[in-house]
């Protein structure tokens, strides 16, 4: 199996991605520059987070016309998991591979913390029964407030699109929400950070059952991949 890390200019998690799913879950994963093509063995994509080239204009408004995009979207569109964290949350939004928008925090500071956020009972990989009521995970960003049209939200409450929601909203995010994934289910994306909360000096280790989960599509066949129960 392969995981794709995408890297684009200014990206600065690609590194943190590729050491949780590589030397700690024991996944082969690599980072592929933005104007690559995305391998043809390529069985899961991460697209990380860091702040982009463009941000100062949108986040994610110019990585979104980057060459390897395009073949993200046909990766998509067969059914191929794809995980957008921080940066890569809002990449995947502004590409329109999730609904709505991440604009500056409430706040207008940039929010740097171990943050505690409610699990929703989103599909069979996302929910509490998996992961437990509650995780600590850690957040860095400037513009992690999720805006939507009273539209989008709805369907996201009545879908069950929404992953996790914020404990004390640091972001002035709509609904607290913290993660959404797409109406198919492959294609998640989340502020905070999983690749951070995989190691013993970490401020937790709740990041280890969001990689897995996201990861247990395409490692069904194949279980023994995983090293860390």
Not at 158 to 177: A, C, H, K, T, V
Not at 182 to 209: F, I, K, Q, T
Request: aromatic share 8%; hydrophobic share 40%; with cysteine.
């Amino acid at each position: 199996m392969r995981v794709a890390i995408l890297q684009f200019p200014g990206s600065n998690c690609d590194w943190d991605a590729e050491h949780a799913i590589g030397e700690i879950l024991g996944i082969p994963a690599h980072r592929v520059w933005h104007k690559d093509r995305l391998p043809s063995e390529t069985e899961a994509v991460i697209v990380p987070g860091g702040f982009s080239f463009g941000d100062y204009l949108r986040c994610g408004a110019i990585a979104r016309f980057s060459p390897i995009m395009k073949d993200l979207h046909e990766f998509s569109d067969k059914g191929g998991s794809v995980l957008g964290i921080c940066n890569g949350f809002q990449i995947l939004c502004e590409s329109g591979l999730l609904p709505g928008a991440l604009i500056r925090n409430e706040c207008l500071d940039f929010r740097c913390l171990n943050q505690l956020v409610e699990v929703e009972n989103s599909n069979h990989l996302f929910n509490r029964n998996s992961f437990g009521d509650s995780l600590v995970l850690p957040i860095a960003h400037g513009e992690g407030n999720y805006r939507a049209d009273k539209s989008v939200l709805s369907s996201l409450e009545e879908n069950n699109q929404i992953l996790f929601r914020y404990s004390g909203n640091p972001n002035g995010s709509m609904n607290d929400i913290a993660g959404i994934r797409n109406l198919l289910g492959n294609v998640y994306g989340m502020m905070p950070h999983p690749e951070r909360a995989v190691a013993s000096h970490h401020p937790s280790l709740d990041g280890l059952p969001v990689l897995k989960a996201f990861l247990e599509p395409v490692l069904q066949s194949r279980p023994s991949e995983i090293s860390v129960s």
